[in-house]
């Protein structure tokens, strides 16, 4: 608004603008502490892959699912995570398999 200063002097330095959100689905591949590695939707939910870029680490991959306030996150050794990719390959295996008929139920 045009008018007089009433003797007020001018902010020296103006505040920076303020940053949008981002859509989860925007979020960087990779960050300065872990990569991502997959990000799908998982019954109804975000679920966010990732490894730890830091080689002391002994859990070095973690899984997230959902967003914001209501993430769940879990840390798991490189061991376990190639358990539960075997688990999830096997039961994709199985269900594919009985979708084509080659397996009695």
């Not at 002097?9 to 872990?34: E, G, H, I, N």
């Not at 075997?86 to 295996?93: G, K």
């Amino acid at each position: 608004m045009a008018g007089q200063t009433l003797g007020a002097p001018a902010p020296s330095s103006p505040l920076p603008p303020p940053v949008p959100k981002r859509a989860p689905y925007l979020v960087p591949t990779s960050t300065r502490k872990r990569r991502n590695h997959g990000v799908f939707m998982l019954g109804g939910q975000l679920a966010c892959v990732y490894s730890a870029r830091s080689a002391t680490r002994c859990y070095g991959v973690s899984f997230e699912l959902g967003a914001g306030t209501l993430t769940l996150a879990s840390s798991m050794t490189p061991g376990q995570a190639r358990a539960m990719a075997s688990a999830l390959t096997a039961a994709a295996d199985a269900a594919q398999a009985m979708q084509q008929g080659r397996v009695e139920a």
